[in-house]
């Protein structure tokens, strides 16, 4: 088995090119197994601008080799992408976080991996490129093909990197978790959304929950009955009650039964609700002080 560290996309994609389907990348390396090890690993970790955080006219751009640590400890993530930041201090131990990566968490596609849910929720973007020298940009959503499967192909594809817009004024997001133990722990359910508080009121809510399906998924029927409304505590018994309506969650041996899942995912609908809107209040507050 051979490894390569490509120091240049030229090089990753060359390598991956010529070993025709052999070559896979790798970043952290902590969602490989040792039964789907391929001839081949290309390390992508040291290339140019893979563990960037940078802001520009709005837009946030990530390094798809950007660690949880990074991520989760970024004044700028914490601030203007607070979900994310949240969604990656959930993940695994310190040891995982150091070295697992945003991109990784996307491709592995996870229905409840944590960075990817916040992702989601942030309505976040991926952009990659392929051995043919083809780019595209997609919603992460859009990413997800069936459970654990990805729409990259990290044979002949590489994600480069997530954009994401920044939450500026009357805007917030947040994340939550529920999980057995407070680390390195599966989440029986997590939450993020991201809210838009305009005179006092819901506009542009996105509201995700998992795992209830292959991929993070959206609560189109709860998002579109809160447009309008006001954060308030009957708002929030409604949140929970339609959440938990609109989604059919199985029993799992590995998390809980169907009956405490639903539960629980209308009680942190309604608590990611009230996070993220506190702190869309606070940032009119400050901003238009
Ligand atoms: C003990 C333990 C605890 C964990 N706890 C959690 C948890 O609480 N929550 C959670 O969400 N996850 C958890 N994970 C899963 C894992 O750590 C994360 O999904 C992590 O983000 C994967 O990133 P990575 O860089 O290690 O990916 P890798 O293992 O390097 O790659 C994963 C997959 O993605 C592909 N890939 C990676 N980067 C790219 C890229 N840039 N372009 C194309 N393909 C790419 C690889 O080919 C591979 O198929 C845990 C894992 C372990 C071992």
Redesign the pocket.
């Known amino acids: 088995m051979s490894y390569l560290v490509a120091t240049s996309l030229e090089e990753a994609l060359t390598y991956l090119r010529d070993s025709g389907g052999r070559a896979?990348?790798?970043?952290?390396?902590?969602?490989?197994y040792l039964k789907d090890l391929p001839h081949s690993l290309v390390d992508?970790s040291a290339l140019p601008g893979a563990s960037v955080i940078e802001e520009a006219d709005g837009l946030i751009t990530l390094g798809?080799?950007l660690t949880?640590a990074s991520a989760a400890s970024s004044i700028l993530i914490l601030s203007r992408a607070t979900a994310l930041a949240e969604g990656c201090m959930?993940?695994?131990?310190p040891q995982?976080r150091n070295?697992?990566?945003?991109?990784?968490?996307v491709?592995?596609a996870?229905p409840?991996?944590?960075?990817?849910v916040a992702l989601v929720a942030l309505g976040a973007s991926a952009v990659l490129v392929d051995t043919g020298g083809r780019s595209r940009e997609e919603a992460v959503e859009d990413l997800y093909v069936i459970f654990n499967r990805s729409a990259?192909d990290?044979t002949s594809?590489?994600?480069?990197k997530l954009t994401i817009k920044s939450c500026g004024t009357g805007e917030g997001s947040a994340f939550t978790r529920f999980a057995p133990r407070r680390a390195?722990?599966?989440?029986l359910v997590n939450a993020a959304a991201r809210v838009r508080i305009e005179n006092g009121c819901f506009r542009e809510v996105r509201l995700v929950v998992a795992p209830v399906k292959p991929a993070p998924t959206r609560l189109l029927q709860t998002e579109a009955m809160l447009e309008g409304m006001a954060p308030c505590e009957e708002t929030w018994r409604l949140v929970e009650r339609a959440a938990s309506e609109e989604v059919e969650v199985r029993s799992s041996l590995l998390r809980c039964s169907a009956r405490y899942r639903n539960h629980l995912v209308g009680v942190l609908a309604a608590r990611v609700l009230q996070a993220a809107s506190e702190r869309a209040r606070e940032e009119e507050g400050v901003d238009g002080r």
């Open positions: 896979r990348v790798v970043a952290g390396a902590t969602d490989l992508l798809a080799c949880h959930a993940i695994g131990s995982i070295i697992a990566t945003l991109g990784g968490n491709v592995n996870a409840a991996a944590d960075a990817a990259v990290s594809e590489i994600l480069l390195l722990s599966l989440p």
